[in-house]
């Protein structure tokens, strides 16, 4: 597949010999013979049953194969309906990427090339990239490519709604490399051999293939439901809580440890989800001491009260309460400096001594929309020291924001871990995923308003934005969580009242010092769009 003549561009000089007609029939009889074996012993999987069934019925008599094919279908059938995942994982998706490769894939591959500017000609030559492997699930198909001399992933980037509409799916997620091939841990007898295997298959770099995604069922088109109590684990594992799902339906880890997260979406995107998905994983670690979340919600409490059992701190009704949360984690963050230093790189949480997490449901409002300058100097300040020095010291700070502007959001590139919800203009998702992630696929700005929660992540070091869609966690989820897994070290300020999660405070003086001022606040709320 990788290169075709063109005939009528080269001239060859044939010699031309009489042909009897008899000899002319055998030849074509042979090449035809020769050509059917060969794709009988390609296509092995489909004539070995056919030519079994045929010997069956010629030496058991033909009355036998419809009861062959009867058997053989209950028999599938049976399969289907008993264990969906097996046969699926056997049968139906090894089936179907054999089908699409060779009906929908190989077919359609050489004029695709040719109208997405993909194949290259040299002299008379034609060129276009071979495929390697296609593999169907649920998720999509992935078709593995070896790039052509000249081209890199980018290349494809560029033509990848060309793609998804020429293969019949609307979208076509181009990666470099392959993906999702990792390397297991290999035990046991076959151990070695099978270490050595893989060393084979993932050990060597291969940047001359690269995959596509024809996304076909859009596993995030439904809402994922909360991981249930009993995956709530005892001690959170930091570097890989799970919190949703990826759009090859395999679970979307957020790696806490050594990061800061920024979760940036426009209203009604879902970033309560993405904060609720992450305290959800954690909520094991909060009842047993081991994480404290520090928690600020310029909202007035709307987002984060019906949880505010699981805070160590909570600050929802002033601005300087807020900064003085801020002061308190730089406070604790200098002290674990100072005991620290020289003995140990990296902080391990224990109950005496906390991971802390410092959660702001709205950054803005503690930066850009703040009018009270001395105030926004002392919050800009802790915040700057909390995320250039706090990863390592165990307090990690995860904010969400609506307007990831650098004006608004100073310190955007400080947070090694950025999820960008639906956007409201294109130039955003650069502005938080990072240069080119939106020509490299994350499409922010097209997410429909319809699937709250969902986003693109960059992950596992790939250049290629990932998409994602965040649990659902519901309000009884929330409740739940603030009776069984409430922090043994509970905010000082719980017995004050909590304003219900849908009052608007009173209106403030707006100098930072009362509640906030209900123009900030109905900002906050998106009700000023
Ligand atoms: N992961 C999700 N799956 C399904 N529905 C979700 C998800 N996340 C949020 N929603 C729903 O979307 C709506 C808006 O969600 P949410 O309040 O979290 O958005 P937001 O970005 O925090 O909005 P705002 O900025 O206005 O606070 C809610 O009705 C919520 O139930």
Redesign the pocket.
């Known amino acids: 597949m990788a290169a075709r003549r063109e005939p009528q561009l080269v001239r060859l000089q044939s010699s031309v010999f009489a042909v009897p007609r008899w000899a002319l029939l055998v030849g074509l009889m042979f090449r035809g013979l020769y050509r059917g074996v060969r794709l009988a012993f390609r296509y092995w999987r489909v004539t070995g049953p056919v030519v079994l069934l045929i010997w069956l019925g010629w030496r058991a008599g033909w009355q036998v194969i419809p009861i062959i094919l009867l058997l053989a279908a209950a028999g599938l059938s049976g399969w289907r309906i008993g264990h969906r995942d097996s046969f699926g994982v056997w049968v139906k998706w090894p089936w179907l990427s054999r089908w699409r490769r060779w009906w929908l894939y190989r077919r359609g591959w050489e004029p695709t090339m040719r109208g997405c500017g993909l194949s290259t000609a040299h002299g008379s030559v034609q060129y276009w990239p071979p495929i390697l492997s296609v593999k169907s699930s649920p998720a999509g198909d992935v078709v593995r490519v070896r790039l052509l001399r000249g081209q890199t992933p980018d290349t494809w980037s560029g033509r990848s709604a060309e793609l998804a509409y020429a293969f019949g799916t609307r979208l076509c997620r181009v990666f470099s490399g392959r993906i999702n091939v990792l390397p297991k841990i290999r035990a046991g007898r076959l151990g070695v051999l099978l270490a050595w295997w893989d060393r084979r298959r993932f050990g060597r770099d291969r940047p001359t293939e690269m995959t596509l995604v024809f996304v076909r069922g859009d596993l995030l088109a439904y809402?994922?439901p909360a991981i249930g109590p009993d995956s709530i684990p005892h001690t959170p594992d930091l570097a890989c809580l799970p919190v949703g799902l990826r759009e090859d339906g395999s679970w979307l880890r957020i790696v806490l440890e050594q990061t800061h997260v920024l979760i940036a979406?426009?209203?009604?995107?879902?970033?309560?989800?993405v904060i609720w998905s992450i305290l959800r994983a954690l909520a094991g670690g909060i009842r047993s001491g081991l994480v404290q979340v520090w928690a600020i919600d310029p909202?007035g409490g709307m987002?984060l009260a019906m949880g505010r059992r699981l805070f160590s701190r909570f600050a929802y009704s002033s601005l300087p309460e807020m900064a003085d949360v801020l002061d308190q984690a730089v406070e604790v963050m200098r002290e674990r400096q100072t005991r620290l230093a020289g003995s140990v790189r990296q902080h391990v949480p224990s109950p005496a001594d906390p991971t802390i997490v410092v959660l702001v449901d709205e950054l803005a409002a503690l930066t850009a929309y703040l009018t009270d300058k001395d105030l926004r100097n002392r919050i800009e300040a802790a915040l700057a020291v909390l995320l250039s020095q706090g990863r390592a010291l165990g307090v990690h700070v995860i904010a969400?924001v609506?307007d990831p502007r650098k004006e608004v959001v100073k310190f955007r590139d400080l947070f090694p871990t950025r999820v960008g919800?639906r956007m409201t203009e294109d130039e955003q998702v650069d502005m938080v995923l990072g240069a080119g992630a939106r020509k490299r696929g994350a499409l922010a700005d097209q997410i429909p308003a319809s699937l709250?929660?969902v986003g693109y992540m960059v992950l596992d070091q790939r250049p290629e934005p990932v998409r994602v869609?965040?649990?659902?966690v519901?309000d009884e989820h929330i409740r739940d969580m603030n009776a069984r897994y409430a922090t043994p070290t509970p905010a000082p300020s719980s017995a004050a009242p909590v304003p219900s999660q849908r009052t608007v405070p009173a209106s403030g003086n707006g100098n930072g010092s009362g509640p906030l001022p209900a123009e900030l606040f109905n900002k906050l709320?998106?009700g000023d769009r």
Do not use: D, I
């Open positions: 809402p994922v979406g426009a209203t009604g995107s879902g970033k309560g989800s909202k987002e969400a609506q919800l709250p929660g869609r965040f649990t659902h519901t709320r998106g």
